[in-house]
């Protein structure tokens, strides 16, 4: 079955830090690929996406390329902010209608 | 705002109570959704809707009892709960189940934060 690993939390960082939250997947054919963000006390909405391979998903400073040699799409930033403090959940959904969640990582930013 | 609004946000009730939860969206989406989400679990999924008709359940107690009764609007009744079954309970929606040309989106609402005493 289809599956999403992603990165254990929480996460700690200072404020300006470099973000990486790993996400790797296991799908038969050619999943879309989702990374998701829950803010407190909200649902989770989406933060971007990729269809195909080698598509690089981009939205508020947050960037995640498809990756199919190495079944991966990890969430990056440059820079965090206090407000980026969230949970982000790796997700991919496949031409038969699956949607398969990560576990989510908890990313607390410090200022 | 998302375009899918759940009602109540909160919600206590007793293990002998009934009480239902209400989902509606406003995105002219084919496919509805309600997950489980519980403290140090993954998000679980219960049920799903495609055009009103209920493709999917995940083994979820019979104590949960979903509705849809158009494509704009779905229901999770409750009843007999136990104190396990406190959680946030999420509604989403999609376009359609299978989207492999946008890639199926989900829009999730707020949530109901359900306490079972």
């Known amino acids: 079955g289809n599956s999403v690993t992603q990165m254990e939390g929480p996460v700690t960082l200072s404020e300006e830090a470099f973000l990486t939250i790993n996400c790797t997947y296991t799908?038969?054919?050619?999943?879309?690929l989702f990374w998701y963000v829950q803010y407190p006390g909200e649902g989770l909405q989406l933060l971007l996406k990729a269809t195909k391979a080698d598509d690089k998903g981009s939205n508020k400073g947050f960037e995640a390329t498809y990756r199919k040699e190495t079944t991966s799409f990890h969430l990056e930033k440059g820079s965090v902010q206090v407000s980026d403090s969230a949970v982000y959940f790796c997700?991919?959904?496949?031409?038969?209608?699956?949607?398969?969640f990560g576990d989510g990582t908890t990313l607390t930013v410090k200022p | 705002e998302t375009g899918v609004t759940q009602t109540p946000r909160h919600l206590v009730m007793g293990m002998t109570n009934k009480k239902s939860l209400k989902c509606e969206q406003h995105?002219?989406?084919?496919?509805m959704y309600w997950y489980k989400q519980s403290a140090k679990k993954p998000l679980e999924l219960m049920f799903v809707y495609s055009l009103e008709e209920r493709v999917e359940n995940n083994s979820v107690p019979s104590r949960f009892s979903p509705e849809c009764p158009n494509s704009s609007h779905l229901f999770l009744h409750l009843h007999t709960l136990q104190p396990e079954d406190s959680a946030l309970y999420l509604c989403?929606?999609?376009?359609?189940?299978?989207?492999?040309?946008?890639?199926?989106?989900?829009?999730f609402g707020a949530g109901t934060r359900l306490s079972v005493l």
């Open positions: 799908a038969t054919g050619y999943p879309s």
């Open positions: 997700a991919l959904n496949t031409n038969a209608g699956k949607s398969t």
């Open positions: 989403a929606s999609s376009q359609d189940v299978r989207g492999p040309g946008h890639g199926n989106i989900q829009y």
């Open positions: 995105l002219g989406h084919n496919a």
